[in-house]
């Protein structure tokens, strides 16, 4: 019997971002939103890869009309094998928000770019305030 | 499966506001760091941005042979001033390799420095990283970073009293030109300098970044030169020096230090800097054209010899790491060469090498004509492409072609262990890269190549894209080389001894060698070889080891490529006083042996020996008596000194016969010249020096030709005015008084009147007469003799009398009547030149004879001198 070193490198991980969707408070699913509205941010994240990943990167930025950042969050998961999670963001729409089509990125990275982290997938929606 | 619902804290959550200063250091735009596979770049379009703008960052990926990488995964994280991350994104490479993103900064985004972080990714290759900076700033000015300059940017340290731009980098946040004064503290807090621009009102920036050489310019910005260089209040040429070593912890910069002009942020307009300041060793260069005893070969004109000498020495200062007034470099004169092919060009190193070592100077420099290196290197291919060497073992000599001034430096740099084995240009195709900004012409150098490299022709641009300059890792090896005292190896020495021999040889392709004429010298400077399989050996009479020096002979010039089928070797060692035979082995066979005969060579200089006058341009025979009890045959070395024996000056080496005929053309006028002849036997030496000083100038003679006065009679208190002419019969131009004299009372004096060699003015002395009393003066003019000038016989000139008498005595018959009205009548409503006119009725010496002048005559009518 004999042990077998694997190493990991950033080519096996598949991590894969779900659709992501916008609702109200509620639930609902839309994207039409007013000023002073809490908008949801759904989707969902699997570790589709044979390696687990720990203290991922998984980020939600909201780029407002004019493509400045209006929100940004993020958590560090531990993304194990078979890994499969519904996330939810939540962010309200400023009353003095710009009217005008949001964009939201949602991404996971290994870690921070800043410290060497490289991005392991994207998924980008968009949603209205009037 | 799990499912899991989550809604995350507002702990994690990052708001975009606010604003800030900053105190940035990173001015660099964009850099690019490689993996062992891949080569990410990543830039802004600007350096600068206003808060609410677009930011748009792009970037390539490339194999690191150049070949673009597709679909590789760039991820992307930017962080404001406050270290705060506000942008994330993953993009992707296109076909090319190119990405892109973007973003718009806040309405109220930070002030201040933002860093953009990027790693690519691509299955197969490493991860790849790079970052890059940009500025946000808003109705405000800040000091992004100070650098004192003198060859290099973020060289190790300053060298003391070298000649210092400051570069400040200023952003201007606000949306229109600003004037700014800027405010310079350096050399250790002790100085203070204010630059106020152009025009006295401030130093003109734009939006965005602003790169600003004070003293006195250029200003540029990304984009554009903004203003070119000035001349600052203290001069054309000042410049910041630092007059001590140390650790100056306060060089500082300070924008609008009176604070005139109004910002969102008041506190960023200072920032202090630190250098450390070292001292280097001097550089002193001599030059000599060289010029075969049969014209094998050609000689560079003087124009030509002069001209690379003049620019050489332009860059030496420009680029080496030795303070201006560490420098020396001077034109000398003529060495006579060695007309055979190959021995005669080592012969020329060795000449040069005893030269720098008689003279005591680090480097002599032989400047040759076009077709000396294929005349001597019939065997390199390329010989006529060569426009410099330097010798491995013959250290203290370089060869250059006339014309290419950028090959001093770099044979020069090779004998100071640079490209050692390997021409720069023959590792990389160009040579290393480099940059930097030339401090006396204000001349930023963004884009150069090594001197190391390849060599224009009389220029210091090598081609359309770069300019010529020093490498940043060659001026580091350079200021290591110039830190410290040279190297040596350890010699076995049995007797010290305060006397330094003077070795030099030929070593032959067959293994054979030849001592060249030695110089033993009191106190003469030890400079030891590299060591080799060779070693000199000192024996005394009982065939005892005295010390064994080993040495290296090369048959390679510095560089590697350029192989001599004949080579040679010179250094200088410490002489144990009781040899009697030197020899030279390789390993343990004996190559070459010279006995040490008993007596040293005895000499007196006969001629110049003190008291002489010499005219520089005209041959001087230098002659003397010398002997050897040992009847050992002699040779001699001739040298001169301008400063009483100060400094020393080889001429002419392996000098035979008792007298040397001694071009004085390139001398300057001084009362303080010797001579100094050496005379060897081999290895023993005794030399002596003119017993007093004496005199080598070009011919000074100025001479006044003419004096011609505008009248003969002039009323008291009224003027006249005296023309004297000056002619400059010497070989220089002048610059000179000339001074008019009434009898021996001084009229007055004309100074600084410069006048070109073989030229002549006439100059106008006025003379008015108020403090002379009545009489006749005899009138003369003088040139006041220059210095150096012999002839001064015809230095003066006298023409006639002038009688001052009373005003309105036109005449000069002693009293004012109606004689004197006539001829004023006569003369009356003419100008200076017409025929009418008359000096003398033009009482009023205003060229023109009126009212004025009838007036003068009518009030003091009547009038009789006693």
Redesign the interface.
């Known amino acids: 019997m004999y042990f077998q070193m694997v190493e990991v490198t950033?080519?096996d991980y598949v991590i894969n971002i779900g659709p992501v969707l916008t609702s109200d408070q509620d639930g609902i699913i839309k994207t039409d939103f007013n000023r002073g509205e809490i908008v949801q941010i759904e989707f969902t994240i699997e570790n589709a890869g044979n390696f687990s990943l720990t203290n991922a990167l998984i980020?939600t930025?909201i780029?407002d009309p004019?493509?400045?950042?209006a929100?940004?969050?993020?958590?560090l998961e531990n993304l194990p094998l078979?890994?499969?999670?519904?996330?939810?963001?939540?962010y309200r729409i400023p009353l003095v928000g710009s009217a005008g089509i949001y964009t939201v990125?949602v991404?996971v990275?290994t870690d921070?770019?800043?410290k060497?982290?490289?991005?392991l997938?994207?998924e980008t929606t968009a949603f209205d305030v009037t | 499966m799990r499912h899991r619902f989550k809604v995350l804290p507002i702990l994690y959550l990052i708001i975009i506001a606010s604003s800030m200063q900053i105190s940035g250091t990173m001015p660099s735009l964009s850099s690019q760091v490689t993996s062992s596979e891949m080569l990410l770049t990543i830039q802004m379009e600007r350096a600068y941005y206003l808060p609410g703008e677009l930011v748009k960052i792009f970037g390539n990926l490339t194999h690191s042979n150049g070949t673009a990488i597709q679909d590789g995964t760039i991820s992307i994280e930017v962080k404001d001033s406050n270290n705060y991350t506000f942008f994330l994104d993953i993009t992707y490479t296109s076909s090319d390799g190119s990405f892109k993103t973007s973003f718009r900064l806040s309405s109220i985004a930070y002030v201040g420095q933002y860093i953009v972080y990027a790693t690519a990714h691509k299955t197969g290759y490493e991860n790849a990283t790079e970052s890059a900076i940009f500025y946000v700033t808003t109705d405000d000015l800040f000091v992004v970073r100070l650098d004192p300059i003198q060859v290099i940017l973020n060289a190790d340290a300053l060298i003391m009293n070298k000649k210092t731009t400051v570069r400040v980098i200023v952003a201007n946040g606000f949306s229109e030109r600003k004037w700014v004064d800027i405010q310079i503290i350096y050399d250790f807090a002790s100085e203070t300098y204010d630059e106020n621009g152009p025009t006295g009102i401030g130093i003109p920036l734009d939006p965005g970044l602003n790169r600003i050489y004070v003293p006195g310019g250029p200003i540029l910005n990304a984009t554009h030169l903004v203003e070119p260089q000035w001349i600052p209040p203290e001069g054309q040429y000042f410049v910041f020096r630092w007059t001590n070593t140390g650790t100056d912890n306060n060089i500082t910069v300070i924008i609008d230090p009176d604070n005139n002009i109004a910002e969102t942020d008041e506190t960023n307009n200072e920032k202090t800097g630190s250098r450390e300041v070292r001292n280097t060793n001097s550089l002193t260069i001599r030059y000599y054209k060289l010029r075969p005893l049969l014209p094998v070969y050609g000689t560079p004109s003087w124009n030509n010899f002069s001209e690379t000498v003049n620019e050489g020495n332009s860059f030496i200062n420009a680029t080496y790491p030795v303070a201006g007034n560490e420098f020396s470099g001077v034109s000398v004169g003529t060495l006579w060469s060695s007309p055979i092919p190959g021995l005669g060009m080592i012969d020329d190193f060795l000449s040069l090498h005893i030269y720098a070592a008689i003279g005591q100077f680090d480097r002599a420099v032989g400047i040759v004509s076009d077709d000396y290196f294929p005349f001597h290197l019939l065997h390199v291919p390329d010989a006529s492409n060569k426009t410099g060497f330097s010798h491995t073992s013959i250290t203290q000599a370089a060869l250059v072609r006339a014309g290419y001034w950028t090959t001093i430096t770099h044979e020069i740099g090779h004998t100071y262990g640079l490209n050692r084995d390997a021409e720069d240009y023959d590792i990389n195709p160009l040579g290393s890269f480099a940059s930097g900004y030339w401090v006396t012409r204000k001349k930023e150098i963004p884009k150069a190549i090594s001197f190391m490299g390849e060599s224009p022709f009389r220029s210091f641009e090598y081609n359309s894209t770069y300019s010529m300059w020093v490498a940043n890792s060659h001026y580091e090896s350079l200021f290591d080389a110039f830190a410290s005292s040279t190297a040596h190896s350890t010699s076995n020495l049995v007797e010290p001894s305060a006397s330094a021999l003077f070795v030099r040889g030929i070593a032959f392709e067959n293994g054979t060698m030849e001592f060249r004429d030695m110089y033993l010298l009191d106190g003469g400077a030890v400079k030891y070889p590299e060591p080799g399989e060779w070693s000199l050996v000192f024996r005394n009479s009982s065939g005892q080891v005295l010390s064994e020096t080993p040495f290296n002979v090369s048959f390679a010039m510095f560089g590697g490529k350029t192989l001599s089928n004949v080579t040679g070797f010179a250094f200088s060692v410490p002489y144990p006083t009781s040899s009697t035979t030197i020899q030279v082995w390789r390993n343990s066979t004996l190559i070459l042996e010279k006995q040490v005969t008993s007596y040293a060579p005895s000499i007196e200089v006969l001629s110049p020996n003190g008291g002489e006058f010499l005219m520089a341009g005209l041959n001087c025979t230098v002659t003397w008596n010398a002997s050897d009890l040992d009847g050992d045959p002699l040779a001699y070395t001739i040298a001169y000194s301008y400063d009483s024996g100060e400094s020393w000056i080889p001429v002419a080496t392996d000098v035979e016969g008792n007298s040397y005929v001694w071009n004085t053309s390139l001398l300057e006028d001084g009362s303080n010249y010797l001579v100094r002849v050496i005379a060897t036997d081999g290895v023993n030496t005794g030399e002596d020096v003119s017993d007093n000083v004496f005199t080598v100038s070009k011919i000074h003679d100025l001479a006044v030709t003419d004096v011609t006065l505008s009248k003969v009679v002039v009323g008291q208190n009224y003027s006249m005015s005296i023309k004297a002419t000056v002619q400059n019969n010497g070989e220089c131009s002048e610059n000179f008084n000339v001074t008019a004299y009434a009898n021996t009372t001084t009229i007055t004096t004309l100074t600084n009147v410069t006048l070109a060699n073989g030229n002549s003015t006439i100059l106008t002395l006025p003379w008015n007469t108020t403090s002379f009393g009545k009489g006749n003066y005899t009138i003369s003019a003088q040139v006041i003799p220059v210095p150096y000038e012999r002839n001064i016989e015809d230095n003066n000139f006298t023409d006639g009398t002038v009688l001052v008498t009373i005003a309105g005595d036109a005449n000069g018959d002693g009293v004012v009547d109606i004689f004197d009205l006539n001829i004023a009548g006569k003369a009356y409503g003419s100008f200076a030149g017409e025929p009418r006119y008359s000096p003398e009725a033009d009482i009023t010496n205003d060229d023109h004879v009126d009212m004025r002048d009838i007036v003068v005559i009518a009030r003091n009518y009547g009038k009789i001198e006693p």
């Open positions: 950033f080519t980020s930025m780029l004019s493509n400045t950042t929100f940004l969050s993020y958590t078979e890994f499969f999670e519904e996330l939810v963001f939540g990125k991404m990275f921070w770019p800043s060497g982290g490289i991005g997938d994207i």
